[in-house]
T-cell receptor
Framework: DAKTTQPPSMDCAEGRAANLPCNHSTISGNEYVYWYRQIHSQGPQYIIHGLKNNETNEMASLIITEDRKSSTLILPHATLRDTAVYYCIVRVAGGYQKVTFGTGTKLQVIP | EAGVTQFPSHSVIEKGQTVTLRCDPISGHDNLYWYRRVMGKEIKFLLH????????ESGMPNNRFLAERTGGTYSTLKVQPAELEDSGVYFC??????????????FGSGTQLSVL
């Protein structure tokens, strides 16, 4: 898996958009950008993934730069329940390659 | 549809004892993964089953850990004998397809293992 770099922590006011950056300058052409999060002591939860186009689902939006060397996860209206550790992972899609978690970004949503 | 279930949710054992953790993946999911999070550390990959075969067991810490997935359904992870450093949360995950670009992992709630 290509290495990713994320800030260790971020704060966001409740109701505002949370923008979580991720650098993946060594990403390969066939590697996707995945985002997972872990809320407190629960199991990690899939959020979104993409290859090169921007993606949006009911949870978040993923913006990938044109050179694919960085991306941003956007939670449009952060709530207190979004407080979690967010992991940016790059890997080839499909089950052959394991998901490798780094240190992630601890997002604290503030009332 | 039931998610990934793990049993037990908590286990407290003494050093030297044996513990077996169980994971039931989502029905129809060929891929099954075990992960572990030791307190204060990152979530670490342990191993990956494709159906009943071990695809990747590079993360298994040592031979005190034995994972099985007989019949390609549920999986067990046995620790024998348990040591203090084995304490942590053990997560299981499953995914459906090896080649689907929309493949994603679904995680269970984990088993909190405490070795005293």
């Amino acid at each position: 898996d290509a290495k990713t770099t994320q800030p260790p922590s971020m704060d966001c006011a409740e109701g505002r958009a949370a923008n979580l950056p991720c650098n993946h300058s060594t990403i390969s052409g066939n590697e996707y950008v995945y985002w997972y999060r872990q809320i407190h002591s629960q199991g990690p939860q899939y959020i979104i993934h993409g290859l090169k186009n921007n993606e949006t689902n009911e949870m978040a939006s993923l913006i990938i730069t044109e050179d694919r060397k960085s991306s941003t996860l956007i939670l449009p209206h952060a709530t207190l329940r979004d407080t979690a550790v967010y992991y940016c992972i790059v890997r080839v899609a499909g089950g052959y390659q394991k998901v490798t978690f780094g240190t992630g970004t601890k997002l604290q949503v503030i009332p | 549809e039931a998610g990934v279930t793990q049993f037990p949710s908590h286990s407290v054992i003494e050093k030297g004892q044996t513990v077996t953790l169980r994971c039931d993946p989502i029905s129809g999911h060929d891929n099954l993964y075990w992960y572990r999070r030791v307190m204060g550390k990152e979530i670490k990959f342990l191993l990956h089953f494709v159906k009943e075969s071990k695809q990747d067991e590079s993360g298994m810490p040592n031979n005190r850990f034995l994972a099985e997935r007989t019949g390609g359904t549920y999986s067990t992870l046995k620790v024998q004998p348990a040591e203090l450093e084995d304490s942590g949360v053990y997560f299981c995950a499953s995914s459906q397809d090896l080649t689907d670009s929309n493949e994603k992992l679904f995680f269970g709630s984990g088993t909190q293992l405490s070795v005293l």
